[in-house]
């Protein structure tokens, strides 16, 4: 190469050394996000990354009260109660194991077996606050009022700001039927825990219930932005539409169908449209499934099986029928109307079924005997003669 130093053709191996050692470097791997879509977390998981230090010391209560406290976090009171069993074969002194114990066997809802270990957490020094109040809640759900009052006082005077005692004792004095007292032990719960849907909840549907629509809306709206796949609040928020003035039903039946999908088991939602429906004449098929729903969680909603059984025998269902009349003259004894519907039902229930099945003998008609001809009349009886023997 003529006009190029001879130092340039000493560079040259170590340039084409250089460059070749680039080529032959890794491409660079651009950088990639974790799709936290496929995280897993939460207290399941977390219960579940304790189970090999459980395999390691298997007689550390410690742990097994720590995944059982897990467990009922994550709804799964079985495997909870399997835990705390264990931990109390191994030490049956702990006061807070006979504690995780009631919580698990009140979550599986059986509540005697609750209380009996609640006595043996306190039996066993522990007294925290949230004893008292896990009894008072349990007496609620077994409608004992009065001691389910007591536990929350007491759990007050241990803890005076504790909001679950505060609302639990509203919904003892509203199951009581003194509603004032139960609005103002919620809003003061409220007023503590002011981003609780289930405590605005549970005044909307009071205050509809008290018929103040607009106070029971203003809650409503407030527990709507906070969960708004709440079915209990849409339906609240639907009822106010029925009770304020000038009403407008066709917002209520609105906010009562998403309620219902939403969350199936609001049975008021169910129960409402079934009224509306009736109301506009609407035939069966659009009355029965609502009332049927809504019956299955409360059998003593006003009207509803009365509109149920005739909506049954009107759509040609007359066994069904047959069974909701029944159910009425066991709720109404005495009740003429319902009595003649059990007879009159049960007549026509009785001609669908084949003779093997019949529960009273089958009466075939028969022609009546022929009517005999009217008889003669009777002839008079002709006058004697006088006699003339003398």
């Known amino acids: 190469?003529?006009?190029?130093?001879?130092?340039?053709?000493?560079?040259?191996?170590?340039?084409?050394?250089?460059?070749?050692?680039?080529?032959?470097?890794?491409?660079?791997?651009?950088?990639?996000?974790?799709?936290?879509?496929?995280?897993?977390?939460?207290?399941?998981?977390?219960?579940?990354?304790?189970?090999?230090?459980?395999?390691?010391?298997?007689?550390?209560?410690?742990?097994?009260?720590?995944?059982?406290?897990?467990?009922?976090?994550?709804?799964?009171?079985?495997?909870?109660?399997?835990?705390?069993?264990?931990?109390?074969?191994?030490?049956?002194?702990?006061?807070?194991?006979?504690?995780?114990?009631?919580?698990?066997?009140r979550a599986l809802n059986r509540l005697p077996e609750a209380l009996a270990a609640a006595r043996q957490a306190a039996a066993h020094q522990f007294a925290e606050p949230e004893l008292p109040l896990l009894v008072g809640e349990t007496h609620l759900a077994a409608r004992h009022y009065a001691a389910a009052l007591d536990n929350f006082d007491r759990t007050l005077r241990l803890d005076p700001d504790q909001p679950a005692a505060m609302f639990y004792k509203g919904l003892a004095y509203a199951a009581t039927g003194d509603t004032s007292t139960a609005l103002q032990y919620l809003q003061d719960a409220h007023s503590r825990e002011p981003r609780q849907p289930e405590i605005l909840h549970q005044l909307a549907f009071l205050l509809n219930a008290w018929r103040a629509p607009d106070d029971a809306a203003r809650y409503a709206r407030l527990g709507l932005r906070l969960d708004t796949a709440s079915g209990p609040l849409h339906y609240d928020y639907g009822r106010h539409f029925e009770l304020r003035t000038p009403p407008r039903?066709?917002?209520?039946?609105?906010?009562?169908?998403?309620?219902?999908?939403?969350?199936?088991?609001?049975?008021?939602?169910?129960?409402?449209?079934?009224?509306?429906?009736?109301?506009?004449?609407?035939?069966?098929?659009?009355?029965?499934?609502?009332?049927?729903?809504?019956?299955?969680?409360?059998?003593?909603?006003?009207?509803?099986?009365?509109?149920?059984?005739?909506?049954?025998?009107?759509?040609?269902?007359?066994?069904?029928?047959?069974?909701?009349?029944?159910?009425?003259?066991?709720?109404?004894?005495?009740?003429?109307?319902?009595?003649?519907?059990?007879w009159k039902v049960g007549q026509q229930v009785q001609l669908l079924l084949p003779d093997s099945l019949r529960t009273t003998p089958r009466y075939y008609y028969r022609r009546p005997a022929p009517v005999p001809a009217r008889p003669a009349p009777i002839a008079p009886i002709e006058p004697r003669k006088p006699s003339s023997g003398l």
């Open 1 to 105: 190469m003529p006009g190029l130093p001879a130092f340039c053709f000493r560079l040259l191996p170590a340039l084409l050394l250089g460059a070749a050692a680039c080529d032959s470097a890794p491409a660079e791997r651009p950088d990639t996000f974790v799709n936290l879509a496929t995280v897993q977390s939460g207290p399941r998981v977390q219960a579940d990354e304790l189970d090999g230090a459980i395999r390691r010391q298997p007689r550390n209560t410690a742990l097994l009260a720590q995944r059982a406290t897990l467990r009922l976090a994550a709804g799964q009171p079985s495997a909870a109660l399997r835990d705390v069993s264990t931990a109390l074969d191994i030490d049956d002194s702990d006061g807070r194991l006979y504690f995780l114990q009631a919580q698990a066997l």
């Open 249 to 342: 039903p066709d917002s209520a039946l609105y906010y009562y169908r998403r309620a219902l999908q939403l969350d199936s088991t609001v049975y008021r939602a169910d129960y409402r449209l079934a009224l509306a429906a009736a109301a506009k004449g609407q035939r069966p098929p659009a009355i029965i499934p609502h009332l049927q729903r809504a019956l299955r969680r409360n059998p003593r909603l006003p009207q509803a099986r009365a509109l149920l059984a005739e909506a049954l025998e009107a759509q040609g269902r007359l066994p069904e029928a047959l069974t909701q009349y029944r159910l009425l003259v066991a709720e109404n004894p005495g009740n003429q109307h319902w009595t003649f519907k059990v």
